[in-house]
């Protein structure tokens, strides 16, 4: 028989796949070997078994399916010949993995080839154990690996450990069987086996405490001493890296030294010697002696505290930074970024070295660069620093300049010591990458320049000369003409000049030239010409000369194919000429835009409606000024049918609820979507849903167990706030969603009150149900008013035990939410002990807003899963 | 631990790969295909270190590469290993291939490839690393490679052995 005949060679195989000449062919080529494959399987062919899977693996790397050859490699790894395992053990790695069933039938033959007498059959098993086992393999040939572990040759040695690695890995259990054999491998001299036996030690104490203290009490010493050998040893050619002895050896060392030297001073102090010797001793001029030094800081960063050793680790990061070679330099950074946690002192020594690694010539070299810059910035820096990194602005790659700008941006706004700072420096960064900053930072920008009001003047002047020198920075553009357009009359009259300022002279005319050129520019997009477009109009009311001009410019743009510049210059039109009476009061300045609403906003937590109290909002470039309307206000509008108007002593909290509360209650009177809008976010957070309200479990939990929801008199009962009467009057007794949820807020007396610096709070019972009490004490930091420390405890009414207990809690955006783990997962019946668990709630719209949770607990009873959910509405005003 | 190497060619076709860690077969070539995506976009005169992969491969792992005329020859590594050292390890795997093949080349590297796969496996086993001395390595893979023409040509049967096995 002609072995060429049947199918073709591997090689042929190869060759007709590179020949094709599209994916298409070769799709065809494919098709057709596989087919021969099947064929060939099917007739349990096994002359060409081993070629077949050969090919079947090349066909797998091009990513062809190939399940239909599993079944070959389990075949071949149970033939006798080498060749036929070692393809079967090749393609077994390749072709299948561990969570197959079909490897469950490989576990004999791995058995018994681990124990064949040829000591590569051996390997082979191991390797292909090392690197597909699962859990179940490695319960069963454990024993094996072990023995292996002695075997007389170092190279199976080798293959035992790593394949023991795989073994701990997966059935961490066995770690403790191989405690002691690994720390005879350290013993070893066979270098191999030492990378090896290292290792897997590294390894082990990572799965398992037990092995740590072992290793330390035990090895500590003797590793120092191999690691002090190695760093001193004479020239060994054959583990040899341009001229440093087994580098990888080194720093497989270095590495368990770390592990065991973390957060052990003694095994710390052990080592210090070492780690300082290294680190001073090791050649820095080829990669290799960089690795071992690298890996030396990074187990110098891990050991228990060493001022000096982490002074001169960070030192040799420093060096690194002025190193050729980009990798090095790379690594620094990163390291540097870890080191800055540890030592921030030492890291700012190398702060020109950093900022000079701003200007490598690459990439990402340059982002880390100005990632740690970022972090080294701090109040007595932030001028220098600034500086440069805007001095660089000017000769960075336009690709580049995105990320640094908004680093930059960033950078002043956290920092920035004064106002007039901050502005200059936005100026200079906006009129230097205008077209590359990000949205946020013109809109903060605006945001702080309305809230300087003695820098107005200050600021339109500079925004004029600026745009004059770059008017092609569309975001400068923006924010110069907006300005202008409040306060055009400043720039005109140099009203509130600063000592500092040059003379500037800008008639009126020069102002709505500047706004009419950027509104007729094509390069602008539509937000920048609406807002010249709004700007104009505000000028015809400044400067009552020009109006005719502004007029005029507007009316062009009543034809416009933009509907919103067409919309806009109608209607701008008939204020100019028609309603001269209120054109100003219309085109009065903004009212001062709230920082913190700004910074809330950026954050994307709160929607403009919920968080605004003024109503107003800064991006909204195609609209004049609108009269504010509080969305509370709204709320209460909406339902002003039914209820009453309230004192403001109901408060803010209060409002929230009934307007989250009121929907149901509205919506069936058919009210509009303002409202919905409005409380959208409550919704969505709290998920009361419209048809939800009334049957909500959610809802009713939140009445405490004792109170019948069905009376509204007996509510009332419980009501101590002021607005209560009102309730009385406006509810009909049959609509209780309402009262359910006011009845959720004064409903318990306060029980005690916590001690503390900051003010105190009641406590309150957050929850309660008929096997469960929630009681939520309050603490406040002092000085730090948006941050509320809550310590929940838990008690069991019930007269079963509750086990696996698990609380969770989700809040709205606005608020931040830390557990700390509780303390216990049990609680015993008869209210018989508790458990606590400590929360941290951070209140972004501190003053504004009132707390609110919702809750879900998790036990068992009986081994039966409960899960009770609530919502805590209850939280004391002003946390 | 090492979660994969690959070897890919200047126009995108992976020449080897061996994930230490599980991937469909799909998925595995999903990222190769990602890796060849950010690798050639890369210049010269860079770093060999990539560290913000995306989410393909999970958090925190780093890749290292090195490029020898038509072959990227990458690593892809969890945090437990040094960046600096893996980029000596594609040394010795290279400077391995190249005693084995006597100065390799993309041709060698496609026609051996069940050889390739054994020179790997001596170096590195489950995702760790097992030998870094290129002759040590050497010595194994020639013992294979003599157990196999022996035993092959002992068996009548497999007369195609040293075809394929033979470069």
């Known amino acids: 028989m002609n072995p060429f005949s049947s199918a073709t060679r591997l090689r042929d195989m190869i060759r007709a796949i590179r020949a094709c000449k599209t994916a298409a062919e070769e799709r065809g080529v494919v098709r057709k070997e596989c087919a021969a494959i099947r064929a060939a399987i099917s007739e349990n062919d096994q002359d060409y078994r081993h070629r077949n899977l050969a090919k079947l693996m090349f066909i797998h790397m091009l990513g062809y399916p190939t399940h239909f050859g599993q079944m070959e490699c389990l075949k071949l790894i149970a033939s006798p010949g080498f060749p036929e395992k070692r393809i079967g053990y090749l393609g077994l790695m390749l072709l299948l993995d561990e969570r197959q069933e079909v490897l469950m039938l490989v576990t004999n033959s ?12 051996v390997g082979l098993a191991l390797c ?16 094996e690996v072990e023995r292996l572990l002695k075997f007389r040759d170092p190279n199976i040695r080798k293959k035992a450990a790593l ?27 066979h270098h191999g086996v030492l990378i090896t036996g290292v290792q897997l030690c590294v390894d082990l104490c ?10 330390r009490k035990k090895c500590t010493d003797g590793l120092v001493k191999l690691m002090r050998d190695l760093a001193n040893s004479p020239y060994a050619p054959e583990y040899d890296i341009s001229g440093i002895t087994d580098p990888f050896l080194q720093i497989r060392l270095l590495r368990l030294l770390r592990a065991l030297g973390q957060d052990d001073a003694d095994a710390s102090d052990t080592m210090n010697d070492i780690l300082a010797q290294v680190a001073t001793k090791t050649e820095s001029n080829k990669n290799a002696g960089n690795a071992i030094l690298y890996e030396c800081v990074a187990a110098i960063m891990s050991v228990e505290d060493n001022g000096g050793l982490r002074v001169l680790a960070i030192n040799i990061l420093g060096r690194f930074l002025s190193n050729r070679d980009n990798n090095i330099r790379y690594v620094a950074l990163n390291m540097l970024m870890k080191a800055l ?9 190398h702060r020109t070295t950093i900022l000079e690694c701003v200007k490598d010539s690459d990439p990402s070299i340059r982002k880390r660069a100005v990632e740690l810059v970022y972090l080294l910035v701090n109040e007595t820096n932030v001028k220098p ?5 805007i001095e660089y602005l000017e000769a960075s790659d336009p690709e580049f300049r995105g990320d640094l700008t908004a680093k930059i941006c960033s950078i002043v706004e956290k920092f920035s010591p004064e106002k007039i700072w901050y502005i200059d420096q936005m100026l200079k960064v906006l009129s230097e990458a205008g ?9 903060s920008l605006i945001v702080v320049i309305t809230n300087a009001s003695n820098l107005h003047g200050y600021a339109v002047r500079s925004l004029y000369r600026a745009v004059q020198e770059a008017g092609e920075q569309e975001t400068l553009v923006r924010v110069a003409i907006w300005c202008i357009g409040e306060y055009g009359d400043m720039l005109v009259n140099s009203a509130g000049r600063l000592h500092i300022e040059e003379p500037l002279t800008v008639t009126e005319f020069d102002a709505v030239d500047v706004v009419e050129i950027s509104f007729k520019s094509h390069s602008f997009d539509l937000t920048t010409r609406s807002i010249c477009l709004i700007a104009l109009l505000k000028l015809s009311s400044r400067f009552p000369s020009c109006s005719q001009r502004i007029n005029d410019i507007i009316i062009q743009y009543k034809g416009s194919f933009v509907l919103e510049l067409q919309q806009r210059a109608i209607e701008f039109n008939s204020i100019i000429e028609r309603h001269q009476n209120i054109r100003s009061s219309l085109v009065e300045r903004m009212p001062v835009l709230d920082e913190a609403t700004h910074i809330g906003r950026k954050a994307g937590s709160v929607p403009a409606a919920v968080s605004t109290s003024q109503g107003v909002s800064v991006n909204l470039p195609n609209g004049a000024p609108r009269p504010s309307a509080a969305p509370l206000v709204d709320l209460l509008d909406l339902s002003s049918d039914d209820v009453p108007v309230r004192s403001s002593s109901g408060g803010d909290f209060l409002q929230d609820l009934l307007g989250v509360d009121l929907v149901p209650v509205s919506s069936q009177s058919g009210t509009n979507q303002a409202q919905k809008s409005g409380t959208d976010v409550l919704l969505d957070l709290l998920s009361i849903g419209t048809p939800l309200a009334n049957s909500s479990p959610s809802t009713t939990q939140v009445l405490p167990s004792n109170v019948d929801a069905k009376s509204p008199v007996d509510l009332l009962d419980k009501l101590s706030s002021p607005s209560a009467p009102s309730v009385q009057v406006c509810t009909p007794a049959g609509s209780s969603p309402m009262l359910d949820l006011l009845n959720g807020f004064p409903s318990s007396p306060p029980i005690s009150v916590t001690e503390g610096n900051g003010p105190a709070y009641p406590s309150i019972v957050a929850f309660e149900s008929n096997s469960l009490k929630l009681t939520f004490n309050f603490l406040k930091q002092p000085g730090n008013p948006q941050t509320t420390l809550i310590e929940a405890s838990f008690i069991n009414k019930s007269q079963e035990v509750l086990t696996d207990f698990i609380f969770q809690a989700a809040v709205p955006k606005f608020l931040q939410l830390h557990l700390d783990p509780a303390s216990g997962n049990m609680l015993p019946a008869n209210s018989n002990g508790s458990i606590t668990q400590k929360l941290k709630l951070t209140n972004s719209q501190h003053g504004k807003k009132s707390l609110v949770m919702r809750i879900r607990i998790a036990y068992k009873v009986n081994n039966k899963d409960v899960v009770e959910e609530g919502q805590i509405n209850n939280f004391p005003r002003d946390l | 631990m090492i979660k994969a190497v690959m070897v890919i060619n200047g126009l995108g076709k992976p020449r080897l790969s061996k994930f230490y860690e599980f991937q469909p077969a799909e998925k595995q070539q999903e990222l190769i295909r990602h890796v060849y995506a950010v690798l050639s976009g890369r210049p010269d005169n860079v770093s060999n270190f990539i560290r913000s992969l995306g989410t393909v491969f999970g958090p925190d792992t780093r890749l290292v590469y090195k490029h020898y005329a038509t072959l990227y020859f990458v690593f892809l590594f969890d945090n437990s290993e040094n960046e600096l050292a893996m980029l000596d390890l594609i040394q010795v795997f290279v400077e391995t291939l190249d005693k084995c093949f006597k100065s390799v080349c993309e041709l060698d590297v496609v026609f051996n490839y069940s050889k390739m796969h054994t020179i790997l496996d001596e170096i590195i086993l489950g995702g760790q690393v097992l030998e870094t001395d290129s002759v040590e390595v050497m010595r194994a893979v020639e013992e294979i490679s003599k157990l196999e023409s022996t035993t092959s040509a002992g068996t009548m049967i497999n007369k195609s052995i040293p075809s394929w096995w033979a470069r």
Not at chain 1, 110 to 121: A, E, V
């Open chain 1, 341 to 349: 946690a540890v030592d921030s002192q030492a890291v700012q020594r």
């Open chain 1, 435 to 443: 077209n590359d900053v990000k949205d946020e930072v013109w809109h």
């Open chain 1, 110 to 121: 791995i058995k018994q080839d681990l124990n064949h007498t040829n000591q590569y059959i």
């Open chain 1, 163 to 189: 394949c023991s690695i795989r073994i701990i890995k997966k059935v961490p259990d066995l770690a403790e069987n191989f405690i002691n054999p690994a720390a005879s491998l350290l013993s070893e001299k």
């Open chain 1, 206 to 215: 990572k799965v398992s405490t037990e092995a740590l203290e072992h290793f």
């Open chain 1, 385 to 389: 620093m600034t500086k440069e990194l």
């Open chain 1, 128 to 143: 292909a154990l090392g690197n597909i086992g699962s859990a179940e393999m490695a319960r069963d040939l454990a024993p």
